[in-house]
């Protein structure tokens, strides 16, 4: 019996032994934890687990390093176990570590009883799970990804197996197939489009096989007869390193691309070989780009007005009030045109008629203004050439009977609102005709070509001659005092007159006869001013 009882002895003690080994050497962490909680022993694997001593810890219960979040659980399974319900339970659960950071854990917990029936202790097994976690935190947000990528890419894609069974497909493959609303995954793409031309069956093939297969613009033409751009490419998904899984194929509709690409070539083209002057800029009339027109017109070359205001073309010729009402115009309606006055790179000063748009972004910001503007300077001069030819006589460059009237209109109204004078002198050359029939046209044509000047001399730079008709001539004097003043002048045109023509070495002799009308004295009228 003694011999036995050494042996058994001996076995208890070496089962003890290899226990507490255990217990200590253990890859995870283990414990023993009182009734209430509190830890009684706890091992090295543990303590590094959530990062407090041996001595610390035992200080603590397990509720003091529990989430909040999970103690409500934790404490409902220790309840069924103390009350027999249960035997053991497993948790996953986050403990609080000393510095403050989380820590989830596996735990599995048993309870050791006495033998009067009364618990003892708890035993618990606790395995650090992080990175489990995270690889499962990691997949949640790669699915979360693909799905957001897949309802919210821009183009069609689908991904499939082996068999070219369905797995997955965003909205726009749904969309532009005509598939909306139809659930694909499990489903062979060949039962889907039955017609489905054998070369993209061949393209799949290869893919299927390790190859990615693209192509950047391919023409596709639909039953309507529509003529629709794509660019495509299939793809082989991996398993495992040498095993292709499947394959996954990318459309993109890029008609509307290349639709606008041949748009802003054309757009280029016309830019470049515009006949009008073309130049961009920025909301604030910076010059961002302009045309070859631009340079022949303006003679600034590109690179020496980009990046600079538009003011550099400023001519000084229109007031403020003029810009202020052309920049009006295109705050409140994006546009305006009209002619204006700007300065080539030499200093001339030439007109043209401007056009001016706005270009806006989707936010309705001004993003651009163009400028597209015509060189109108022989048209000017064809006008005021015409507008002269209907106004001035050509030998004398006076005005002529026309413009006379117009300008005794305007005389007439100015001496009405301010209450003044105007007198209108008639002067008939004596003599003209004489020498006209005696020495011919030239000789006379230059000699009312002097006498035209001689009277010009005579008179104010705000008073009118005008070449009434032969040799007759008008004087129109604005704001005179009286008759007398009218007299005075008429007296120096007869003298300034009198003197001999000299033309070709020859004297010509003239005299002249003035008549003197006052306004509104001798009349009210235009017409009755005239008789």
């Known amino acids: 019996m003694d011999h036995q009882s050494s042996d058994h002895s001996q076995r208890n003690g070496l089962s003890k032994s290899a226990y507490e080994t255990a217990f200590e050497l253990a890859a995870v962490g283990m414990a023993m934890v009182s009734p209430q909680g509190h830890w009684i022993r706890v091992n090295r694997c543990l303590c590094e687990i959530v990062g407090y001593t041996e001595s610390e810890l035992l200080k603590l219960a397990f509720q003091d390093i529990t989430h909040p979040e999970d103690l409500d659980t934790d404490m409902h399974l220790v309840n069924q176990m103390l009350s027999g319900k249960i035997e053991t339970y497993s948790l996953e659960k986050r403990y609080i570590h000393k510095n403050g950071s989380l820590i989830w854990i596996l735990l599995t917990v048993a309870l050791v009883w006495n033998q009067d029936g009364t618990p003892r202790h708890f035993i618990s097994c606790v395995q650090n799970i992080m990175a489990r976690k995270k690889a499962q935190d990691d997949l949640r947000t790669h699915r979360w990804q693909l799905k957001l990528l897949l309802d919210h890419a821009p183009a069609a894609l689908a991904l499939f197996d082996r068999n070219m069974r369905y797995i997955e497909c965003s909205e726009r493959w749904l969309t532009d197939y005509g598939l909306t609303g139809q659930t694909l995954r499990g489903k062979r793409h060949y039962d889907i489009f039955p017609e489905l031309p054998e070369h993209w069956k061949r393209i799949h093939q290869r893919a299927l096989h390790g190859e990615s297969i693209r192509e950047e613009e391919d023409v596709f033409v639909r039953q309507d007869g529509s003529v629709n751009y794509l660019r495509w490419e299939v793809i082989p998904w991996y398993e495992s390193l040498d095993t292709v899984g499947g394959l996954v194929i990318f459309t993109e509709d890029i008609t509307q691309r290349i639709q606008a690409e041949k748009q802003l070539r054309l757009a280029s083209w016309v830019f470049q070989n515009s006949a009008q002057g073309i130049m961009v800029t920025d909301a604030n009339g910076i010059m961002l780009s302009v045309n070859p027109m631009f340079t022949d017109i303006t003679g600034f070359q590109t690179e020496e007005v980009i990046g600079q205001s538009a003011r550099i073309l400023k001519s000084g010729r229109q007031d403020t009030a003029f810009y202020e009402e052309m920049w009006k115009a295109i705050q409140d309606t994006g546009q305006w045109h009209g002619e204006i006055w700007n300065r080539r790179k030499n200093g001339d000063i030439y007109p043209e008629h401007l056009y001016i748009s706005t270009?806006?972004?989707?936010?309705?910001?001004?993003?651009?203004?163009?400028?597209?503007?015509?060189?109108?300077?022989?048209?000017?001069?064809?006008?005021?050439?015409?507008?002269?030819?209907?106004?001035?006589?050509?030998?004398?460059?006076?005005?002529?009977?026309?413009?006379?009237?117009?300008r005794l209109e305007q005389a007439l109204k100015r001496s009405h609102r301010e209450k003044s004078l105007t007198a209108l002198l008639f002067i008939d050359l004596d003599h003209f005709k004489d020498i006209n029939d005696s020495q011919g046209h030239a000789i006379g044509d230059r000699v009312l070509a002097?006498?035209?000047?001689?009277?010009?001399?005579?008179?104010?730079?705000?008073?009118?001659?005008?070449?009434?008709?032969?040799?007759?001539?008008?004087?129109?004097?604005?704001?005179?005092?009286?008759?007398?003043?009218?007299?005075?002048?008429?007296?120096?045109?007869v003298n300034r007159l009198s003197v001999p023509f000299t033309i070709e070495q020859q004297d010509f002799y003239l005299s002249a006869s003035i008549g003197i009308a006052l306004y509104p004295d001798d009349a009210s009228s235009t017409d009755a001013l005239i008789k």
């Open 450 to 493: 002097e006498a035209a000047q001689r009277i010009t001399q005579c008179i104010r730079d705000y008073d009118t001659v005008s070449r009434f008709g032969g040799d007759e001539f008008t004087v129109i004097l604005s704001d005179v005092n009286d008759i007398a003043a009218a007299g005075r002048i008429g007296n120096d045109i």
């Open 359 to 406: 270009v806006l972004d989707n936010k309705g910001m001004v993003q651009c203004r163009i400028g597209m503007f015509t060189d109108i300077s022989e048209q000017k001069a064809a006008e005021e050439a015409i507008a002269y030819q209907a106004n001035y006589d050509q030998l004398t460059k006076l005005p002529n009977r026309r413009l006379f009237h117009d």
